[in-house]
């Protein structure tokens, strides 16, 4: 079960990557749009979709499936002094868990302004700050804690 979870929270990623990427690109092409919705509410939407599932999946692998994880709760103190174990006990979670906040904010703010505007520099200041939360969180190889681009 954490194999399958682990792979399809890895292929995911580049969903939720490239939707980040065009909403933020579709917010900042923005123009005055009538009332409705636009291409960046559109991306906007699959780049939340698709964070609100890796974060189910994420939270899975978190709290009950990842040996890493359950290691690093068995004692705390010693994972934050073990960068590797500190990774994904903290700063991956964290991060991850900031761009699902900033999109969903994004979103909300976005609706809620009252010229376009407004509106376009909140989804794209929204989305850029998610988008930047997740590459920064990803571990993309090479990296200390790396992990294939595409796993099967």
Known sequence: MYELVLILHSWLRWVAIAGGIAATAAAFT??????????A??????F???????????LLLYLGLSPITAAAFEDFGAAM??????FWAVEHISLMMFAVVMAH?????????????????RLLV???LATAAILAGTPWP????GRPLFPL
């Not at 090479?142 to 804690?145: L, P, Q, V």
């Open 105 to 121: 904010v994004g979103r909300v703010l976005g609706r809620k302004a009252r010229t376009p505007g407004a509106k376009r520099m």
């Open 126 to 128: 929204c989305f850029a």
């Open 48 to 58: 939340m979709i698709a964070l609100d599932l890796q974060l189910l999946l994420g």
């Open 30 to 39: 923005a123009r005055a749009e009538a009332p409705g919705k636009s291409r």
């Open 81 to 86: 002094r073990n960068p590797g174990a500190r």
């Open 142 to 145: 090479g990296t200390a804690n």
């Open 41 to 46: 509410d559109t991306w906007g939407l699959v």
